[in-house]
């Protein structure tokens, strides 16, 4: 019998698979798994979806008009090169949509986010990942991958899963050496965490040229995950090739209230961000204690390496972990086999994450 058939290749991909949220026979999970807000989302937020639910009859306001110009007042940017959507996910897939497709390649650091070898491959594209020194994006090694083929190169930065980054000048160096026909993607998610002045999320390097830009998102620092809102900064002609391609009512409009609600709260802005930095250094600091290689992370979450010794690995840790309830992520799909991510959740939810932790190792 004839059926319908995919376009070659896309059979090929592994489909993306997200961080689990239950435990079978266990009560109270505690997840950490997804780099999930430890404080969820800002009361406000929550009051304006509530208010935006008795006229959901209505279509959204398919330019995202106000939530566009709050963005734009909060971070000092041009309303007009900003692009949203349900969540930097879907511009993430635009883009690759825009500028890539059969016999071109995506260029990505070895340990970057999954969505990128992803989208490329959604397209027909080569995705292509160059190696990392020491858990950090390497720019000599990303330029020296750049062929004629290459139209997107995506960085995150931070990186999720190491917690690592590039600093301004070395995302300014990557910027140089790029051929103009490349497009440069620096998705930002975890901007909001980085404390330390050598960084920048990139929108300088936009507002410099034609072939830079930066996603952001709302489900991380902003605990928005669940309604889908992202947003990205970009050059005129980018912005307007997203707009032609982009669904006409792409963000709900609950989530366009919820996202300019919680823009005005800096107060529950800087309550996260502050507990993050806490417990971030917190649980560091005990992991390291208990022997385990933790670098430092610039992100909600920590990377965990483990020995190779059978019992002892990273296998048998989220195994013992999730027995008492613990979900943290394994990061084998990122060439990391030796490693958990741990995601930086409440006071108590740490402080029994490093205690079953202390009795694995034990």
């Not at 404080?39 to 929550?46: D, E, F, N, W, Y």
């Not at 971070?75 to 959507?85: F, K, Q, R, S, T």
């Not at 307007?240 to 209230?257: G, H, I, K, T, Y």
Request: glycine share 10%; net charge negative; with cysteine.
């Amino acid at each position: 019998m004839n059926a319908p058939r995919p376009r070659p290749g896309i059979l090929e991909i592994a489909p993306y698979v997200g961080g689990e949220s239950s435990v079978a026979g266990v009560a109270r999970v505690i997840k950490l798994a997804s780099n999930e807000s430890a404080l969820g989302p800002s009361p406000a937020a929550v009051e304006a979806m509530a208010a935006a639910a008795p006229v959901m009859h209505r279509y959204p306001d398919g330019h995202c008009t106000r939530l566009r110009q709050a963005l734009a007042d909060r971070h000092g940017l041009n309303a007009d090169n900003i692009v949203c959507g349900a969540g930097s996910d879907e511009l993430i897939s635009l883009l690759c949509r825009a500028y890539a497709g059969p016999g071109e390649q995506v260029l990505y650091s070895r340990h970057g986010f999954l969505m990128y070898p992803i989208a490329a491959r959604t397209v027909g594209a080569e995705p292509v990942a160059a190696p990392e020194t020491n858990l950090v994006a390497d720019v000599e090694a990303l330029l020296a991958r750049v062929t004629e083929r290459t139209r997107l190169l995506f960085l995150a930065n931070p990186n999720n899963p190491t917690g690592t980054y590039l600093t301004g000048d070395a995302l300014e160096r990557l910027r140089r050496g790029l051929p103009g026909h490349v497009l440069l993607v620096l998705d930002a998610a975890y901007a909001e965490y980085v404390d330390d002045p050598d960084y920048e999320a990139g929108e300088r390097l936009v507002d410099g040229g034609e072939n830079v830009v930066v996603t952001r998102t709302f489900s991380k620092i902003y605990g928005l995950g669940g309604l889908r809102l992202g947003w990205a900064y970009a050059p005129a002609g980018v912005a307007d090739v997203l707009n032609r391609m982009r669904n006409p009512f792409n963000v709900s409009a609950p989530a366009q209230e919820a996202g300019v609600a919680a823009l005005a709260d800096q107060a529950f802005l800087d309550r996260a961000r502050a507990h993050n930095a806490t417990w971030r250094a917190w649980t560091t600091a005990a992991l390291r204690r208990l022997g385990l290689g933790v670098g430092d992370s610039a992100g909600n979450f920590v990377l965990v390496r483990f020995p190779p010794a059978p019992g002892h690995d990273a296998v048998a840790a989220d195994a013992f972990l999730k027995r008492r309830g613990i979900i943290v992520r394994r990061m084998e799909s990122y060439g990391l086999p030796d490693a958990l991510r741990i995601s930086i959740g409440l006071a108590d939810e740490m402080q029994a994450c490093v205690d079953a932790m202390s009795e694995f190792l034990g």
